[in-house]
């Protein structure tokens, strides 16, 4: 029955709620408790977990279709119930759509929509006086709800009422409603057209009318900078009407036409329709013509980003608006969150697979030149303060005022930059990918409140809380909880202020978490991470603490006490830089620092890098962080007055290892530096060149030139000897040791150059020649051209170890020969089909089953991957007598593998597929063994045989089976199976004589004994280290008196540790 209790229902919901108050209602009082509650309250369903889960259920989705229907009748007496009821389907559908645990089926879908259709349809809906904060609301509900296709009548009315009246244009909620109106249409009609194409419903369903309106709007040029996005927004929509009937097509291109003609050149909306004359209509006019894209965007670029600044040889780049001044005030910043950032996670490294060596900072001059130019530039939308684009490698955001923006360009900037340092230091895998650390929204809170809490990093103050933040969360009416922060999504960005502020708690008060969760990213482990997590979550004291730590600080900020980041300004270099005093910058560090470190400057900065040890005295790990952290600070603020070099020096340490109670890590200072086009004379060449190969890569070092001014190195290879030669490291190489993974196979000669700060390049050194083979040959084994994705990912986790490979494509590059195969005998042929297909017969049909048979014969080896082969393949010969296995069943919805203790590939090692589809129950059959069973404990399904996801033989050939795809298995486990799978078919040849270098007496570690006995080995008759080689500490090729003074800086002055082999025994 109709309610009529006024526009503005029943009186709000006026106590406490949460999900959990919506999950425990039901029926009748379900209705009334979302109809009745304050936004607030409904924004509680934002954060999902499993009350929320419970509250947007199919039947309480129904429940509200009924209401609706009901209450829609009498439209204006109920319009805040139906704006409430409808506001919480856009939250259902939402959760609908990014949680895998929501599904709603057809009736309930067809019954949301139809409750929507109902409110369209009332007259008093869309009138001259409309209820307007429904029909605002509606206007997205109706495209959360995919109704908007039933309502097209309505969005036509709609958008002629805007048009009616010049003055809307000026009125907020009025373009707001328009925009929405236009955002529908275009989302919808791309999103139908991606799944259905001409099958899609608006095909031949768009009005003439409502053509018309749209172009009214597309062609608007009285538009303000208030109502531009809605210009933009119509012509967006125009070229969405490409995607349908020709006539509708051909409508939306001469409108497309006009908006290119009419609007004023290089505006937001004459950039829009270039871009959609380019992406629907290749760029060509309607009536004839074709628009010069390349001159246009090298036009747009000059006018947006007329600057391009180098630092660090060329590893930071700025494409931008703004002065040279203002970009190293920017330098100045990010070196700050840089120094923290690795002193907080202690990570130094590039996770395997990163290619972000070069970061792009994109700044643009104003918000406006960043909404008018980054979609056309970049294709991004610029809904944002910034974004890091972590597969682009690029960074951009704008300048801003403290008018147009709370927060400053530094502060952004400094946010961030620090997910750009994420992604390459801690977090394996790209933004968002399946498999990954990312999946089901995991690090949200945690990308999010890290960048927020690196924005107060300082150069000597450690990381400070930021009064911004505390401010903001003073205001709150309620606060977020632990388990609220570590759930959080995107769907409400309330969390950032928290999270970044539990950041600081962690480090303040619970030190041992934050190294805990550091580690795990660092680790790349989804179960610990996980587990801490739930562990943060659930600990009702840490809760307590948190709360008590927040009013500290915000009691601190209101008093005017404490220490907060906007108290400290980050430290300017001096304009004032002496130039090439690369001598005086050493003499200087070395007076405070431990000397022998490794030392390097370049244009705009100096690096001193060391090695050293510490005894713990039994501390914790955090302990030994936080008096290490102390120990720079203090160095720094001795190393301040010395010169203007080290005003603005920064600090830190990590790559960490402890063994028995010695701590040992990296340290870095760096600092500004100034070098000059008036040095001319260039380092000496580099000597002592060594190379050797392994399996397509080659490692090549060399002895450390002794120039104080030395920038790095360039490695130059050639297939001649002689050259010429090219480049392989575009970016000076600072370390004297060089890994070419992509030397691939054959004979290469190789020379090494050096290059000084002022660009002064070295003569080569001599020539080195090796022979480098590759071992691994992958195959696309997919049954259709074109479908390489299977054979990515190996091909992808190879890269990310370093290994060389052949990549082979049938459908490209030929078929698989005898003679193909036979070239890796000695090595390992790899060969994913990712999933047996039966209208293919040939994919691993008798030729193929053959040719591998031919080369297990000979002594191969092979990992076969992929779903349902066994099925229909295990009564084959290759099945039976050389892979030996049989098959049970497949699909049995078990994603969780257990590795088998004591063997070679799953001693010790549990997998994680994505899912339990595409996959086989195997039964080893002697004398193959089983390396990985499927976990029964994993999901729903039963084993029937002998629950066997991977087999593996070891006899005159070795395999492996999996009986999935290599895909299947989460991203965060297949480097760890791939390296088991290449340990074991391909293990290094074993030296002659293995050593650890500087263990002289061979007791297997490193002490003051070894140094004793080289002394008196040198000067006193006693017995030569066995081998002799472990006698050339530093590995300059003798054994002499430096050999025990290298030994004895490491041990107790924080010397380098000695060259491989070490910590490690191994070959020279």
Not at 206 to 220: K, N
Not at 231 to 249: D, H, Q, Y
Request: with cysteine; net charge negative; aromatic share 10%.
């Amino acid at each position: 029955m109709a309610r009529s209790s006024g526009s503005a229902g029943a009186s709000p919901w006026a106590g406490p709620c949460s999900s959990a108050d919506f999950a425990a209602a039901t029926g009748a009082a379900f209705i009334e408790l979302v109809a009745t509650s304050t936004d607030d309250c409904l924004d509680e369903l934002w954060s999902f977990d499993g009350d929320v889960e419970v509250a947007i259920a199919p039947a309480n989705v129904l429940l509200i279709a009924s209401a609706i229907e009901s209450e829609a009748l009498d439209l204006l007496g109920n319009s805040e119930r139906l704006r409430r009821m409808s506001y919480f389907y856009q939250i259902a559908f939402y959760h609908e759509f990014y949680q895998s645990s929501v599904t709603y089926d057809d009736p309930t879908f067809s019954a949301a929509v139809q409750a929507m259709v109902t409110i369209g349809q009332q007259p008093e809906l869309i009138t001259v006086d409309p209820p307007v904060s429904l029909l605002a609301q509606w206007l997205v509900s109706i495209d959360s709800t995919n109704a908007s296709v039933m309502v097209i009548d309505q969005i036509q009315a709609v958008l002629e009422r805007y048009t009616s009246d010049l003055a809307h244009e000026d009125d907020y909620q009025e373009r707001l409603m328009a925009y929405r109106c236009l955002f529908t249409l275009a989302r919808q009609i791309g999103n139908e057209n991606n799944s259905g194409g001409t099958s899609s419903p608006w095909y031949s369903a768009i009005p003439p009318g409502l053509i018309a309106v749209v172009a009214t709007m597309a062609l608007d040029l009285t538009y303000t900078s208030d109502s531009e996005y809605v210009v933009l927004n119509a012509i967006w929509v125009m070229s969405r009407f490409g995607f349908l009937e020709p006539a509708t097509r051909d409508a939306a291109h001469d409108v497309l036409t006009q908006a290119y003609n009419l609007h004023v050149q290089y505006s937001g909306p004459w950039l829009r329709a270039v871009t959609d004359l380019e992406s629907q209509f290749d760029g060509l006019l309607y009536g004839g013509g074709a628009l010069d894209l390349d001159q246009i965007r090298a036009e747009v670029m000059a006018i947006a980003l007329p600057n391009e600044f180098l630092f660090d040889q060329g590893r930071l780049k700025f494409l931008t608006a703004i002065d040279l001044d203002a970009a190293n005030e920017l330098y100045d910043a990010i070196q700050e969150v840089e120094s923290q950032f690795f002193r907080k996670c202690g990570a130094l490294e590039p996770v395997p697979g990163d290619s972000n060596e070069v970061l792009t900072l994109v700044i643009y001059g104003s918000p406006q030149a960043y909404q008018t130019y980054q979609p056309f530039l970049y294709g991004l939308a610029t809904n944002n303060g910034g974004i890091f684009i972590e597969g682009w490698g690029t960074l951009f955001t704008y300048d801003r005022t403290p008018a147009q923006s709370i927060y400053t360009l530094e502060e952004l900037l400094r946010h961030e930059y620090t997910h750009y340092l994420d992604s390459r230091y801690l977090i394996t895998g790209s933004f968002g990918e399946s498999g990954t650390l990312y999946e089901g929204n995991r690090l949200v809170w945690y990308n999010e409140g890290l960048a927020e809490y690196m924005v107060g990093a300082t150069r000597i103050n450690g990381v400070l809380p930021r009064g911004i933040l505390l401010d903001q969360i003073s205001g709150d009416s309620s606060r977020l909880t632990v388990a609220d922060i570590t759930s959080a999504t995107y769907g409400s960005f309330t969390f950032y202020r928290y999270a970044g502020v539990y950041f600081e708690f962690l480090e303040e008060q619970r030190p041992e978490l934050l190294v805990a969760l550091f580690d795990a990213m660092l680790g790349n482990d989804i179960v610990v991470l996980d587990a801490l997590y739930a562990l943060m979550a659930g600990d009702a004291q840490l809760q307590v603490d948190y709360d008590s730590f927040i009013d500290a600080q915000i009691a601190d900020l209101q008093q005017g006490t404490g220490l907060f980041a906007e108290d400290v300004p980050t430290t300017p270099t001096p304009t004032t830089l002496e130039n090439d005093n690369a001598g005086q910058v050493l003499t200087q560090l070395q007076s405070v620092l431990p000397v022998g470190g490794v030392f390097h400057v370049w244009v705009n900065r100096f690096h001193y890098q060391y090695s050293e040890t510490t005894p713990l005295g039994g501390q914790p790990i955090e302990d030994y962080r936080e008096s290490t952290d102390l120990a720079l600070d203090d160095q720094l603020g001795q190393l301040t007055g010395l010169s203007d070099n080290m005003t603005s020096a920064v600090a830190w340490f990590g790559e960490t290892t402890v063994s028995a109670d010695l701590a040992t890590s990296t340290v870095v200072f760096e600092g500004p530096y100034s070098a000059t086009a008036a040095d001319v004379v260039a380092p000496s060449a580099p000597t002592g060149v060594v190379a050797a190969s392994a399996n397509g890569s080659v490692t090549l070092s060399w002895d450390a030139n002794p120039e104080p001014d030395l920038s790095g190195y360039f490695v130059h290879r050639s297939d001649v000897a002689g050259g010429p030669y090219s480049l392989v490291n575009p970016l000076p190489q600072l370390e004297n040791v060089f890994v070419d993974s992509e030397a691939g196979a054959g004979v290469l000669h190789y020379v090494i150059t050096a290059i000084d700060a002022s660009d002064n390049e070295s003569l080569p050194s001599v020539e080195v020649m090796v022979e480098s083979t590759i071992d691994i040959l992958v195959i696309n084994g997919y049954y259709q051209a074109g479908g390489t994705g299977y054979q990515d990912i190996y091909l992808d986790v190879l890269d990310g170890l370093g290994v060389g490979y052949q990549a082979w494509d049938p459908f490209v590059d030929g078929p698989v020969t005898t003679g193909l195969l036979a070239e890796y005998t000695d090595g390992v042929v790899m060969w994913p089909i990712g999933y047996f297909h039966t209208g293919f017969p040939d994919q691993l049909g008798p030729v193929r089953q053959a040719l591998l048979m031919e080369y297990l014969q000979a002594g191969g080896n092979l990992v076969l991957s992929g779903a349902y082969a066994t099925g229909f393949l295990d009564s084959t010969e290759l099945f039976t007598n050389y892979l030996f296995l049989q098959h049970e069943q497949w699909d049995m919805g078990l994603p969780g593998l257990l590795g088998e203790p004591g063997n070679p590939l799953g001693d010790g090692l549990d997998l994680q597929l994505s899912s339990g589809s595409y996959q086989s129950e195997l039964t080893a059959l002697p004398p193959a063994q089983k390396a990985f069973s499927y976990d029964p404990a994993s999901g729903a399904g039963t084993l029937q045989g002998g629950g066997a996801a991977v087999v593996m033989v070891d006899e005159d050939h070795k395999a492996a089976v999996l009986a999935f795809p290599f895909s299947s298995v989460v991203a965060a486990d297949r480097s760890a199976l791939m390296a088991r799978i290449l340990e074991w078919m391909l293990p290094p040849s074993p030296c002659a004589d293995p050593f650890i270098r500087g263990d002289t007496n061979g007791s297997g570690a490193i002490d003051i004994s070894d140094a004793v006995f080289l002394l008196a080995y040198l000067f006193s008759a006693g017995g030569p280290p066995s081998p002799e080689v472990s006698g050339d500490a530093n590995a300059d090729g003798g054994i002499d008196i430096s050999d025990a003074i290298y030994l004895l800086s490491f041990l107790f002055d924080s010397g380098a540790p000695p060259p491989a082999p070490y910590p490690d025994a191994g070959c020279p």
